[in-house]
RNA sequence: CGGAGAGUAGCGCAGUUUGGUAGCGCACCUGGUUUGGGUCCAGGGGGUCGCAGGUUCGAAUCCUGUCUCUCCGACCA
């Protein structure tokens, strides 16, 4: 490609809503384009891109065994309301009525599509198992769009969906799943770590989420420093502390504490650590018959932070988890929030592993203004249940029992859940078995944001000059920069041929033919981020030489001009 | 949904307080100059000042309404 006959649309200012450095540099590089909230154009460079990272996903697909095909955008209504998630969704699908005025929805996912087309499709056990994928555009309706890419409302998306008739055959898909995913960021050239998952709506027992670590992730993940051990911060099991419980030494007493009622007001009030002390929240419980629902006590040691999704999965706190009010509190305890806690309430108790191995410990009397000190479980507390439900810290034991946890940040890029049967069985999605009986059928789903790739490996690999491709997805695998070539002839005519050639070859070229000063050249083949760069200039031409730079190590090299092309082939 | 901020040329911004012919830088066009890291000079094109209504002799500026965009929040007593 020639510059002069391709739409760099590079940009010198950053656009002022651009907050996060992937979203700065798509569009100062041309990459895409905003044309309304959460909606990009996509511009030559910027697809480039995106059609690298697809074909490498579309190639790892193809080698595990998934066959390619393409579903519409648009879907009928009834599918959804089969499936029950018309009501379920939410405001995130979008619906929409055609000419007729039948209700539509635009795709946020294939579930229900797929689903119903294995159905007409799939008869017999003996055409099983399968996997069906499409590299799609998606449109989800999000609350706040942000980030640029990032989290946009429309979006390209690989959606595999995979059919079996047992578990086991399951298994063996899902790990397949697993290795090809591996395969796809080990290509992509991205740091990455598969990560145990919630399997959040969608439903499902075993998930992964596989992240590309970027100091700017939204999602916090939890590694083991000594082993394989990785997972979500809202999936990490925080185990109770390993040494042994110390033995209760105080008795209960109880101490005036006027206005004092944070952790950190408790803490100053009886000069001890907030490890010593435990904090309740009261919740939501589940309604009872009449739909009214009660409370439930959640303690916590006064250092740790409350998982929600932990907390919400217990049985007794209610779904969504919905804190209690002040005046629910005080309905409930007959005390004030900041009073509240574990020894004699009447609510059920829920304590955190941690906080349950607390002795001598201090907590709120449920009475105003009251906390006690000496307070300890075994003579203090009638009934509680033991529970995991903080969020895994720094330096805490890795759940596996191999070394200690470490907090790093990433993007998920990838997801992969066993679905089991919530669609086929809502859909009554079968086949005949062996024996001829009819069989619901086992589903996986398996999803990588293609899109969201391009903005991840951008977070990943930037300098203040620009991007830094890594080689696999680079809009151009290399740029030819002639020095000056509209005043000299014999650099355009080395250039032009040497252009030629490589483009005969097949490499992936960018030649700057623009009438450009050295310094714009050099300054926009880095901010779009080409992985390596030829620069012909009078200088080195005495010695039948061009210079060599990389874009990653900015090791630079002088090479013989003959030996380019080779020399262009081992990189 | 709650809070905060912003809409003036393709991009970045000034002008709004105190109403009086719409500006600057980048980008773009023409000519010259320069040429291994965003040269310099001269000339030029481009804007219903988000939209609608109102006040006024006169509105980017004041008033009312409305739309759009951005950020933060919507767990941790």
Known sequence: MRSSQYLLSTQKETPADAEIISHQLMLRAGLVRKLASGLYTWLPTGLRVLNKVAD????????????????????????????????????????????????????????????????????????????????????????????????????????AYSFHTDQASLDKSYQAMYQAYCNIFERLGLEYRPVIADSGSIGGAVSHEFHVLAESGEDAIAFSDSSDYAANVEMAEAIAPSEAKATPSETLTKAETPNVSSIEQVCEFFNCSSQKVAKTLLVLAEPDDKGVHGLAALVLRGDHQLNEIKAEKIDGVYSPLTMASAEQVKQATNCEIGSVGPINSKLPVFVDRSAAHLTDFVCGANETGVHYSGANWTTDAAEIQVVDIRNIEEGDASPDGKGKIEIKRGIEVGHIFQLGDKYSKAMNCGVLNESGKHQVLEMGCYGIGVTRIVAAAIEQNHDKFGIKWPDAIAPFKLAIIPMNMHKSHRIQQIAESLYEKLISAGIDVLFDDRKERPGVMFNDMELVGIPHTLVIGERNLDNNQIEYKNRQSGEKQLLDIDSILEWVKTI
């Open 56 to 159: 490498i996903v579309r190639d790892e697909m193809n080698k595990a065994g998934a066959i390619e095909m393409l579903m519409p955008v648009v879907q009928p209504a009834d599918l959804w309301q089969e499936s029950g998630r018309w009501e379920e969704y939410g405001p995130e699908l979008l619906r929409i009525k055609d000419r007729h005025k039948r209700d539509f929805v635009l795709g946020p996912t294939h579930e229900e599509v797929i689903t119903s087309l294995v159905n007409n499709e799939i008869n017999s056990y003996k055409q099983l198992p399968i996997n069906l994928y499409q590299i799609q555009t998606k449109f989800r309706d999000e609350v706040r769009p942000r980030f640029g890419i990032m989290r946009s409302r429309e979006f390209v998306m690989k959606d």
